[in-house]
């Protein structure tokens, strides 16, 4: 069993933006087909299933159906791999359902490349396009950026680059999208010298999730057969009789 994080896995948690959506009530419970679509390429397509806190993706990789079980208020993560009936358990630390409905701020995730970087609030809240948006440096403390942050969406709403590129998040209107009243976004790119870039959002407040996403250059990612209600719990479960492996140990370093 592989356990690289594949392309399609990479685009469902950047189509349901686990930067972007907070899920809470078991009333956004709901399943999903992903979908990203690249100029003249295949379709990457995946199926996400969501309850509370927990997410369930299902998607292929090299040929080879492969799950994907997380409940993080459990600090659980589930492989599993349906062609020889087997799965690995991951237990890490537990968090609370506040913190496992995604990130409640834009500071990046702590790594050593992050260690030392500034995050923290300045001032008081923004008003932008009715929306109250929360005024945060981030970076070094000799230029930070500065960026306006989307509690609700949790999105950025507006970030100026040291080098002076601008990023900004302009409200269109609520559209239909499937089916759905969803949001429908522009984000605007300008950098000095250089010609504007725009791309488009959509996000649905209901379910709290980003539904489409086109992106620079050509191509989509989005949420397609959007099924709102309650979702089986045996879903974010291993399969009774499947057989539990072991978690494979980590590669030891090289020695010079």
């Known amino acids: 069993?592989?356990?690289?994080?594949?392309a399609i896995l990479a685009i469902i948690l950047t189509v349901f933006s686990l930067s972007a959506p907070a899920f809470a009530q078991s009333a956004r419970d709901f399943t999903a087909t992903a979908v990203q679509?690249?100029?003249k390429q295949p379709d990457?397509?995946?199926?996400?299933?969501?309850?509370?806190?927990n997410m369930r993706f299902e998607y292929r990789q090299n040929g080879t159906t492969l799950v994907k079980i997380l409940r993080p208020t459990e600090g659980v993560v589930l492989m599993l791999d349906p062609q020889t009936?087997?799965?690995?358990?991951?237990?890490g630390p537990a968090v609370s359902p506040d913190v496992a409905d995604g990130p409640t701020s834009p500071c990046p995730e702590a790594t050593p490349e992050t260690e030392g970087l500034m995050c923290e609030r300045s001032g008081g809240d923004v008003s932008v396009y009715g929306v109250q948006a929360q005024r945060w440096l981030l970076g070094n403390e000799q230029q930070p950026q500065v960026i306006l942050w989307d509690p609700l969406r949790r999105k950025t709403l507006w970030q100026k680059f040291p080098e002076g590129s601008l990023m900004r998040m302009s409200f269109n209107a609520m559209v239909d999208l499937s089916g759905r009243q969803t949001e429908y976004w522009t984000i605007d790119y300008t950098t000095p010298g250089q010609a504007p870039l725009s791309a488009d959002w959509w996000f649905d407040p209901?379910?709290?999730v980003v539904v489409r996403e086109d992106l620079l250059g050509g191509g989509s990612r989005r949420l397609e057969n959007i099924q709102e209600g309650p979702v089986d719990p045996a879903l974010f479960e291993a399969p009774a009789g499947w057989q539990k492996q072991d978690v494979p140990a980590t590669p030891a370093p090289i020695s010079e």
Do not use: C, N, V
């Open 85 to 91: 009936q087997t799965y690995i358990e991951f237990i």
């Open 206 to 208: 209901t379910l709290r």
């Open 1 to 6: 069993m592989s356990f690289r994080k594949p």
């Open 37 to 39: 679509t690249i100029p």
């Open 44 to 53: 990457q397509i995946g199926q996400i299933s969501k309850s509370d806190s």
